[in-house]
Every structure is written in C-alpha cells, then in structure tokens.
C-alpha cells in the first residue's frame, strides 16, 4: 500500500468537507472506495461526475482498478468545472 494525498476541488471539496486528505491505497478504485466509506452521501454522488489526475497525469478512461498509486502522490479529484 502506498500513503499519498487526496486533493478534493470545488463541489468535491464541499462535499468531502475537506480540502485533502491522506491515502492509504494501492490504486485510485481503493483511495476512491475509501473516501465514498469516509464521506457516505454528497461525495459518492459528486465522485461519479469527476475526472482524475495521478501525479499530474490524466486518468481519462482507464479503469480506476488499474491506475496505480505511488508512495508520497496526489491525487487530484475535479469535478466538472463551468465558466468560460
């Protein structure tokens, strides 16, 4: 298991009630499960809607199953953003 940072953004964080958060997670499916156990209600339905970034990187389409954690990593969860 890898220990690494949550960051939540915008309606995330209103949410989660939190602007981040530690991970204790092998993949992004075992950080997000254990985040959806911590915050149960508006964070489950608002994680559906979000995309990802590893370290930086997009997720895009890849199973969350899939896409590994490293040791002292972020996590960056963002909802869908409007404006323009």
Known sequence: MAK???R???AAKAAAGVPEEPYD???LAEALDAARERHPGELVRVL???SFLI???PVGTRR???VRLAEGGT???LPP???G
């Open 4 to 6: 690494g940072t949550v």
């Open 8 to 10: 939540y953004w915008a």
């Open 25 to 27: 997670a092998s993949t």
């Open 48 to 50: 559906r809607r979000c």
């Open 55 to 57: 370290d930086g990187d």
């Open 64 to 66: 969350h199953e899939t």
């Open 75 to 77: 996590v960056e969860v």
């Open 81 to 83: 953003f409007a404006g």
